[in-house]
């Protein structure tokens, strides 16, 4: 729980609450979202029923390039790559394919790839862009949001910018404007909408 | 002759010994698991000849313990199946008491989750009264509890033991009509439960799912049934031979008053009803069979003697 600034559950029924932190901080810590998290308040009333989650989102870190998980070595005509995380190798491949054509690359085994003939300089190919890993984190966020409320409450209004969210939901209509709310569980944690 | 039913433990080697004492005492066997060079049985033996059993096995390193959900078929009613509810707590529990002796189904309702929009639909209601007990899996909150319980209990004859997040005083006060059985500190969690009181929440859920069993037993004392279910399965293996070709697990599930057969009802059912127990006596006389709403399957609902004037 170190990694977030701030946590906390709200709801009426102090047990409740409990449960509910425990499974928000489980379903984050699964999804690997809690370091991406810098301050949750989660506001709960079974009686209404809602479920409001706000909070603030750290700078998510950069996109990863090619030199962040391969050494590059050319050799004459021949650019060898030496791979050390395979996560990447996927989409590595489909780019070349597609700048160099498959002729031109060549995969001799699990952590090696091999480039033939290329016009690219080395350097260039350590600068290109393989993922963004912030293009799939609302989608994350959204998911563990879903999972974390509870599963009746399929009436949502959901906010997400790079730097804060909002997550609404219910089983019944939400109100139409949901801002007073939200403002007041935002400025329970310091911040404004 | 009062048949208790008992788990037996035992190595593999010479186990057959102790199958054929059991049938020549009386007893019947319920489900037989052969894991590695381990043999399980589940069984129904005379009570008087627990001791008998106990001393023959003991060259063998058998171990004979009780057993009272062997025999049983119980629902786990999960609120639905989706992650928010599975696998923890309703697999949890479910897999524990499947160790134990203890037939457990997952049932869940098609919309069960939220407050207001939970329902139970008569088909999930007719299958879940089919089972000896139901076990209802709640989540966190109790005005939730409180609102959602009298609608998911409607139509349900079988008892039923509340599982719930609130401590157990609160689910009593807060459940109207009453259940059979309560246990609180068991509602929605996403991890898997591995600390010793996790665990023993579980060894609770038993506890109280036995107490029911047990009440239910003594009521059934009261007015017997005609004919052991275990009895009509050993006769339906030996005169259906279709039932050996079921690959399900448990081909011929025994519940407290009745059997679940799990062949298809259009074919099977009339050969069912003629079989003949003993001097004329067919199982038409002394139970109702009729379609289940599980699949396609029969259930055997094995009639009290008040109904039928005979012990067979």
Known sequence: ?193 | MTLVPVTYKGGIYQHDVIIDLIEDLGGYIVQKHIIAAEVVLQCFIPHDDIELIRRISKPLFGEVTDSPLVGTEIAVVSMSLEIHHLPHPSCDFAEYARRIGAKTNMVSPARGPGKRISQLSDEERDVINEHDVAVLAFGNFESCIEYKWPALRRGIEVPIIVMGGPDTETLKRIIHPAAEGYVGNVGRFMRRGKTEEEIGILDEIVAEVTRVVEKKREEIAKDPLSVSPARLMDLIRENVPAIHDVTSPTPLTVQMEGLRVKLPYDTFAGALRKIEIEDGITIADVAEIVPSRMRDYILVKILPFSETNTVV
């Open chain 1, 1 to 193: 729980m170190l990694a977030i600034e701030y946590f906390e559950v709200e709801c009426p029924e102090p047990l409740g609450a409990a449960y509910y932190k425990q499974i928000t901080n489980d379903v984050l810590l699964d999804h690997n979202l809690l370091r991406v998290i810098s301050k949750l308040h989660i506001f709960i009333d079974p009686k209404v029923p809602i479920f409001v989650a706000v909070g603030t989102l750290k700078k998510i870190t950069s996109v990863v390039r090619v030199r962040d998980f391969t050494s590059v070595n050319p050799v004459g005509e021949k650019i060898t790559l030496v791979i050390s995380d395979e996560r990447y190798l996927a989409p590595m491949l489909k780019i070349f394919w597609q700048k160099f054509g498959k002729d031109k690359v060549e995969q001799p085994d699990r952590f090696t790839v091999i480039l033939y003939n290329v016009e690219a300089d080395p350097r260039e190919i350590e600068d290109l862009v393989v993922a963004d890993p912030s293009e799939s984190l609302f989608k994350d966020l959204i998911y563990a949001f879903r999972l974390i409320a509870p599963e009746g409450f399929r009436v949502r209004s959901e906010k997400f910018s790079k730097e804060k969210f909002s997550f609404v939901a219910s089983e019944d209509t939400l109100a139409e404007d949901l801002t007073p709310l939200i403002s007041e569980k935002f400025a329970l944690i310091g911040e404004k909408p």
